[in-house]
């Protein structure tokens, strides 16, 4: 795009953001009616191989699950067609990258068990984030010097510390429930680091004095 224009893609990111929306509050709904038709354990949940009812809803979440981060890619296609470099961090490369590749493990090897909870909080994380990025295109003055995106970064950086306690709460207890530990110490470190990188972002952002003589 370096010698394009950039594309202009209003009406389509709002049909896009809107999708976003439903399509991962429906995943989060279906989470929550998981957790009120079979027992789930937050302290260790272990993971079943066989064919049963549960075992087989978890592998249908697990498969919506992997399908949004896969969609989620498309974001960084977007910012390169309408030319926003600067949206394309490394912290967007490699969140977004991470994600998709452990979803594809996890579908393969792992789905269900006690990674289950970090689908079902991170999708209703991303329906309130696509949310906020569907009204900043279709009514931008409404998001204009609004605190909303100071909050949906709250929101994304108190999901990842719940998951930190989430994945090593079974190793500081010492609790075996058949769930590889292997698998706990790698999700707990990769919440743990994205947190920290969140937290800088946030900092940057929202907490860092300009430097004089430039404004925001």
């Known amino acids: 795009m370096a010698n394009r224009k950039p594309i202009e893609m209003r009406n389509f990111l709002i049909v896009y ?9 429906a995943a989060f709904v279906m989470g929550l009616n998981y957790l009120r038709t079979y027992s789930y354990s937050f302290v260790c949940q272990s993971f079943v191989h066989d064919t049963s009812d549960q075992s087989m809803l978890e592998l249908r979440l697990g498969y919506i699950y992997f399908l949004l981060k896969i969609l989620d890619l498309a974001d960084t ?6 030319k926003k470099q600067s949206h ?12 998709a590749i452990s979803a594809s493990l996890f579908m393969r090897y792992l789905a269900g068990g006690h990674c289950f909870m970090l ?8 329906a309130v984030m696509y949310f906020y990025f569907f009204l900043t295109i279709y009514r931008p003055e409404e998001t204009r010097g609004a605190t909303w995106k100071r909050y949906v970064t709250l929101l994304q ?9 989430h994945f090593f709460r079974p190793i500081v207890l010492g609790i075996d429930c058949g ?9 707990g470190m990769q919440n743990i680091f994205m947190l920290m990188m969140f937290g800088d972002f946030y900092r940057r952002t929202y907490l860092q004095k300009p430097t004089k003589g430039h404004r925001n």
Do not use: E
């Open 179 to 187: 769930y590889p530990r292997a698998v706990l110490w790698f999700v």
């Open 88 to 99: 394309v961090s490394f912290l967007h490369v490699y969140h977004h990258t991470i994600m």
């Open 157 to 165: 950086m108190a999901q990842f510390a719940y998951l930190v306690f």
């Open 77 to 82: 296609v977007f910012f390169v067609l309408r």
């Open 17 to 25: 953001n809107l999708f976003q929306v439903v399509a991962n509050m």
């Open 119 to 126: 689908g079902m909080l991170n999708t209703f994380v991303h």
